[in-house]
Each structure stands twice: as structure tokens, then as C-alpha cells.
């Protein structure tokens, strides 16, 4: 898998809007004393898949949020490890 003596490298990248549809309580705005009540841009999930030469995969999974709850981690990874 070599080209010119260069190993080859495959990306891929996703992304999805995740913007909620309805107003809902937002962290990290210490003074708000109310849910949201619209929006300046919408909020993204990506996803960035690198594969080396040798068909090693690696994953970045990066999203427009504060946290999120370690039971939504698990599910997420164990997906992706039974789909790829």
C-alpha cells in the first residue's frame, strides 16, 4: 500500500447537526435563568476516521457540547466498535 515510497493514508469525515429542536437549559452560562430561547448558529457532532497504511483505524468523535453522560460515551463507542 505504497505509492512512490509514501505509505497511504485514507481519511473520512462526518458531521451532523445536533442543534436541539425545542428550547431547553443550557450549560455553562452561569447567570441564565431560563432555558434557550433561540439561536446565532446551529450546534455540530463530527466525526473524523483516519485508516493508516496497514488498516490501523483511528476514530475523533467531537461535539458542540459542554459533556456528555458516560452512559451515552459507552453506548457510542460500543457501537461503533460492533459496526467497524
Not at 446565532?40 to 476514530?59: C, I, N, T, Y
Not at 459507552?74 to 461503533?80: Q, T
Amino acid at each position: 500500500r505504497t505509492k512512490g515510497g509514501n505509505d497511504i493514508w485514507k481519511t473520512s469525515v462526518a458531521r451532523e447537526i445536533i442543534t436541539p429542536a425545542s428550547s431547553v437549559w443550557m450549560a455553562s452560562f452561569a447567570a441564565r435563568t431560563s432555558p434557550s430561547d433561540g439561536k446565532l448558529h446551529d450546534l455540530w457532532a463530527k466525526a473524523l476516521v483516519l485508516e493508516d497504511a496497514a488498516g490501523h483505524r483511528s476514530v475523533l468523535v467531537t461535539m458542540d457540547l459542554l459533556s456528555v453522560p458516560a452512559d451515552f460515551s459507552e453506548r457510542l463507542k460500543n457501537r461503533i466498535r460492533e459496526r467497524h
